[in-house]
């Protein structure tokens, strides 16, 4: 996953219909740096499902649910880490959602994603530009990498040194949808 950087490829308008996210075709994730911003990590999650909902005036609805126990970074320990009281608390909140508050075409073609992250018990507002290809007739590619204030979210902030919650967190999303039946 490349570190998160602005869309600036032209976008496939949004075609009217119900969308689904195909997670075997997708990817999720994120990256952070801590060790004072010098050692990069970086996570994906292993199990969402989402809707899209475009009317036929081109007005988007949709969600995103994130099961936060799926977090992956490569380090057994770090995850359960991620897993426990400090981070996603996922006993108590076992999932994640991003809900779609509008999609704003730009004068250049690109699309603009506005919404909320919902974790654990905070909502952090969105706002990001994507992209979305057409890769087959019934099948969308949207793409999108942002940044977050991820001492925002809600997550352990304390400690100093290598122990302290870096402030920005990127996101990588590549969702492939398709029609729902």
Do not use: C
Request: hydrophobic share 40%; glycine share 10%.
């Amino acid at each position: 996953m490349a570190a998160p950087q602005g869309i600036e490829a032209p976008s496939t308008p949004l075609l009217a219909g119900e969308w689904r996210v195909v997670a075997a075709d997708s990817e999720l994730g994120f990256v952070t740096h801590i060790l004072f911003g010098l050692v990069p990590v970086r996570g994906r999650y292993g199990d969402y499902a989402g809707e899209l909902h475009i009317d036929e005036q081109g007005t988007a609805s949709g969600s995103l649910r994130i099961d936060a126990a799926t977090v992956r970074t490569g380090i057994r320990k770090r995850d359960a880490h991620l897993r426990s009281a400090d981070f996603f608390a996922v006993e108590q909140h076992p999932h994640m959602t991003v809900e779609l508050d509008a999609l704003r075409p730009g004068a250049d073609g690109a699309q603009t994603f506005t919404g909320t992250l919902h974790v654990r018990d905070q909502a952090l507002a969105i706002e990001a530009p994507i992209s979305v290809e057409q890769v087959a007739s019934d099948r969308l590619r949207v793409g999108a990498d942002f940044e977050l204030d991820h001492r925002r979210s809600g997550l352990a902030a304390a400690g100093s040194g290598w122990k302290k919650v870096p402030q920005k967190l990127g996101v990588h999303a590549a969702l492939t949808l398709e029609r729902a039946s």
